[in-house]
């Protein structure tokens, strides 16, 4: 497979904090990659790296194989659509949607109509007179719409009701189909777009934890519920990712279980259950589930 | 991005020249803030003089030295247009390159289309203003003595009138586009130490003109000058000013 964006040894130092410390991945061509991680966690800034609006400390970032930072031939193909855009204060949504094909080669003028009609965005409102969610579909209008080769969603759809966002998502896995690219998508309501996803990347204080597909993370782990006692004996001598226990009852996630596994735990008399990929993250990035901002 | 294959079509960026027109178009795009309304409030300053001459009209009609009498031949009409120029300079960088780069337009694209879409104006309002204040000479004042597009220190010669005007809109323009580079790249404590900074050498160039006594020098000097020669002289701090709010700004990121 081809490499959409290919990072090397990527460090952004801001003063003495370390945005981004020292990162490697790659993200394949043609894929839905989720870039996941929690508020200041890094992920805005990874974005702005890979899309040449901000710059590297040290390190190597290479989007269809060439440096992006000033470089028109692959910024022509990228688009960033970021939660924190700016719009010029009298802009007005229809000088938008008139500016964006001029930057964007494969904007498809029908389609951004359909999805203005859909996401019912009045086109000749000052931007900034919009509400949270119409300033939202403005960005996923764009992203959309311009079907750039490489398209970044940076927490898209803050206060879109949920109407909208899956609306987002449909139109998102639809054309993604009809014209296929390569997509990364950072966000907060995790399972909701687990399904969209085909590549994981879980960002936390700068450095990636977490860098697969998301069919292997969906199998690697399960958790294990029952008496504590009874979970105690079961989860001895194996790896434990989390523990909590109320009162007579513990609950433990474990890595991936064989059948035989299985059967002992139901012999045991635990109950079973997968991680679904947000208590995944939540665990990994090590705060309890009660604290972890689960926004919308 | 040649030899390997992506699978969406890559489109091979346009030539500089396209890059840079769409980045004056999106500078133009609201036609309003950017023609409309410096040319409605002029409009407005010209109506306004207008009726003010009227007024006065009776008045001047009965004194018989109306040649001497230039009271109405100086309109800040001009230079209130120069200082709503800087303002717009001033946002194009401010806010309209942080939404370019939301469109991937690279800095340098960014940068030389800013600086041809306020060449445009600057000569097309320039034009404007000559022609209208052309029309203002052989009306005599509109019939009325109101000098409003060509107020009394701009001089006869025409064209002379017309580089003194496309040279002071650059200045604006520059000034304006440099100035607010320094915030975008450096936010408030970069305006802190810029007007500092500034307020200190026009001190320092005081101090020396007073030190060695040559005000009158410099006086002599702007006298032989000419109005045409002292803002020609601006030509040195707008260039400067085009050098060094790129330099600022190709490193510089938009803010969140």
């Keep these: ?296 | 991005m040649t030899s390997t294959t992506f699978s969406a079509a890559m489109k091979t960026a346009p030539g500089m020249r396209t890059r840079v027109v769409n980045v004056m178009r999106l500078h133009l795009v609201n036609r309003f803030q950017m023609i409309l309304a410096p040319w409605m409030i002029m409009s407005f300053i010209f109506a306004v003089s207008l009726l003010i001459g009227l007024m006065f009209q009776p008045a001047r009609a009965s004194r018989p030295d109306r040649a001497a009498d230039f009271t109405m031949e100086f309109n800040g009409a001009v230079l209130y247009f120069l200082i709503y120029m800087l303002v717009l300079a001033v946002m194009a960088i401010n806010q309209v390159f942080p939404f370019a780069q939301s469109y991937s337009v690279t800095r340098r694209d960014f940068y030389v289309g800013t600086i041809l879409t306020f060449l445009t104006l600057s000569i097309t309002y320039s034009i404007v203003i000559t022609v209208l204040g052309w029309i203002e000479d052989a009306t005599n004042g509109w019939g009325l003595d109101v000098s409003v597009f060509n107020p009394g220190f701009l001089g006869p010669n025409l064209l002379e009138r017309f580089s003194i005007l496309v040279v002071m809109f650059l200045f604006f323009f520059m000034v304006g586009m440099a100035t607010a580079s320094v915030y975008v790249r450096w936010g408030a404590y970069g305006m802190y130490v810029f007007f500092g900074a500034l307020a200190l050498l026009i001190l320092g160039l005081s101090w020396l003109t007073t030190a060695t006594d040559s005000w009158i020098a410099v006086g002599n000097w702007m006298a032989t000058m000419g109005l045409l020669g002292v803002v020609m002289w601006s030509l040195a701090p707008s260039g400067l000013a085009i050098i060094t709010g790129y330099l600022i700004l190709r490193r510089s990121t938009p803010r969140n």
């Design chain 1, 1 to 296: 497979m081809t490499a959409a964006i290919e990072v090397t040894d990527l460090t952004r130092r801001f003063g003495s904090t370390r945005a981004v410390d020292n990162v490697s991945f790659r993200i394949e061509d043609g894929t839905i990659c989720g870039l996941l991680g929690r508020n200041g966690a890094g992920k805005t800034t990874l974005m702005q790296l890979l899309t040449g609006q901000d710059f590297a400390t040290s390190g190597d970032i290479r989007v269809f194989g060439e440096t992006p930072a000033e470089n028109a031939r692959v910024l022509q193909n990228v688009c960033f659509i970021k939660e924190s855009q700016k719009y010029p204060d009298d802009f007005r949504v229809k000088h938008v949607m008139k500016s964006a094909p001029w930057f964007f080669q494969n904007w498809d003028a029908d389609f951004a109509e359909t999805l203005i009609d859909d996401f019912r965005l009045p086109l000749d409102r000052k931007v900034k007179k919009l509400s949270r969610g119409q300033l939202s579909s403005v960005g996923v209008i764009i992203g959309l719409a311009s079907r750039a080769p490489l398209t970044f969603f940076d927490e898209p759809y803050l206060g879109l009701d949920a109407v909208a966002r899956h609306l987002f998502y449909d139109r998102l896995l639809a054309d993604y189909s009809l014209h296929p690219r390569t997509v990364v998508l950072s966000t907060h309501l995790i399972d909701e777009v687990s399904n969209l996803l085909e590549h994981v990347l879980v960002i936390d204080n700068g450095r990636i934890i977490i860098d697969d597909t998301a069919d292997n993370l969906r199998g690697t782990t399960t958790t294990v519920v029952g008496k504590a006692s009874a979970v105690d004996d079961f989860a001895h001598n194996r790896t434990v990712l989390h523990r909590e226990r109320i009162g007579g009852i513990s609950s433990v996630t474990l890595g991936a279980l064989s059948p035989a596994d299985k059967r002992e735990a139901a012999a045991a008399d635990l109950e079973l259950s997968p991680v679904s990929l947000q208590q995944l993250i939540v665990q990994k990035t090590g705060s309890p589930a009660s604290e972890t901002e689960i926004s919308a």
